[in-house]
């Protein structure tokens, strides 16, 4: 079965610094790749998303995430952090369901980003 | 282009009773997942419906259930409410065959006492 690694919890950096948030998956055949943010007491909106092509994929607002294949690993990364970032971030992967013409969602546990003046 | 509502926002019941939490799908997606979020996780996958019918499911037992109508909305059943039923439980809607455009609606908070 598909799983999601997220090994910090969470992470604070001071505004304007750059910031690099983990993600691991387990190997797959074809696997999709997903960022999802999740402001407080509202639901998940879609950062980026990997399905294929360049392993370099970016969101509007300055994030961008890398896919290795070879390290297993969907980094979410951003030069340069605003308060606004401050959020929950959940990496997920992608899972076929019955038949093949539907995907669930895998997520991992999250990463608090605490960005302080 | 309408996104996903759930209702209601909030809830309390009592334990060993039943709730029924509704979502409404984005406008032209015919599938619906249900996730169940729990305080300091992410979220868990608990169904899927896709054409009115049940299409995958999480390791959540049966007292959980679900329905889809025929409009693309659906609803999400629990009896015997648990303690640990206490949850953010998040809608998605997506469009079967089209990639994955998942939309998520801002969620239903149970609290159980």
């Known amino acids: 079965a598909q799983s999601v690694t997220q090994l910090d919890s969470q992470v604070p950096v001071f505004e304007e610094a750059p910031v690099e948030l983990r993600c691991n998956y387990s190997?797959?055949?074809?696997?999709?790749l997903f960022w999802y943010v999740q402001y407080p007491n509202q639901g998940l909106q879609l950062l980026l998303k990997?399905?294929?092509?360049?392993?370099l994929v970016e969101s509007i607002n300055g994030f961008e995430a890398e896919f290795n294949k070879s390290q297993t690993s969907f980094h979410l990364r951003k030069p340069s952090v605003h308060i606004s970032d401050t959020a929950e971030y959940f990496c997920a992967v992608s899972d076929p369901l019955r038949g093949g013409a539907t995907n669930k969602l895998i997520f991992g546990t999250g990463t608090l980003l605490a960005v302080q003046p | 282009e309408t996104g996903v509502t759930q209702s209601p926002t909030h809830l309390i019941k009592t334990r060993g009773q039943q709730v029924t939490l509704r979502c409404s799908s984005q406008s032209g997606h015919n599938t619906v997942s249900w996730y169940q979020q729990a305080l300091g996780q992410g979220p868990q996958f608990i169904f899927q419906y896709y054409r009115e019918e049940e299409n995958g499911r999480g390791n959540f037992p049966p007292r959980f259930s679900g329905l889809q109508f025929p409009n693309y909305s659906s609803e999400l059943n629990v009896n015997a409410l648990e303690l640990d039923d206490s949850a953010l439980y998040l809608c998605a809607s997506s469009l079967a065959r089209t990639g994955f455009g998942y939309t998520f609606g801002s969620g239903t908070r149970l609290t159980v006492v």
């Open positions: 990997y399905l294929s092509g360049s392993t």
């Open positions: 190997s797959s055949v074809s696997v999709y």
